[in-house]
C-alpha cells in the first residue's frame, strides 16, 4: 500500500506561480512512475504531468513550458512547480503513483485545490 498527501495549493493570480508537493508512504520499491493530474469542474481527470523512476518526465501540452515536475526518490517525494498560471489552470490536483506492472495508477492522493483569479 502506498499513501500520498498533497499540499501547496490555493491561490494564484493569472501570471503568477504556486508549487504542489505530494509525499508518498509506504511500499514504495515497486513504484515507477508519479503524476499530477488535474480536474476542473465539469471536466474529465485530466494527466498534467509525470515522471518515472530514472526521471523521464511527460507533460500535457497545455502545461508544456510553464510546469515543471520533479521528483526525489530518496525523500519519496514529488513536486510540481507551476508558472505563467492562467485561469484554465483552475482544479483540484492530485497525486498519483503507478506500478512498474500497471497501466493505470493504482494509488491517489485527496487532491488540492488551485484556483487562478484576479
Known amino acids: 500500500q502506498v499513501h500520498l498527501v498533497e499540499s501547496g495549493g490555493g491561490l494564484a493570480q493569472p501570471g503568477g506561480s504556486l508549487r504542489l508537493s505530494c509525499t508518498a508512504s509506504?511500499?514504495?520499491?515497486?513504484?515507477?512512475?508519479m503524476g499530477w493530474y488535474r480536474q476542473a469542474p465539469g471536466k474529465q481527470r485530466e494527466l498534467v504531468a509525470s515522471?518515472?523512476?530514472?526521471?523521464?518526465?511527460n507533460y500535457a501540452d497545455s502545461v508544456k513550458g510553464r510546469f515543471t515536475i520533479s521528483r526525489d526518490n530518496a525523500e519519496n517525494t514529488v513536486n510540481l512547480q507551476m508558472n505563467s498560471l492562467k485561469p484554465d489552470d483552475s482544479a483540484v490536483y492530485y497525486c498519483?503513483?503507478?506500478?512498474?506492472?500497471?497501466?493505470?495508477?493504482?494509488?491517489w492522493g485527496q487532491g488540492t485545490q488551485v484556483t487562478v483569479s484576479s
Open positions: 509506504g511500499d514504495m520499491l515497486r513504484i515507477n512512475d
Open positions: 515522471i518515472t523512476k530514472i526521471g523521464t518526465t
Open positions: 498519483a503513483a503507478r506500478y512498474a506492472s500497471s497501466d493505470t495508477y493504482d494509488y
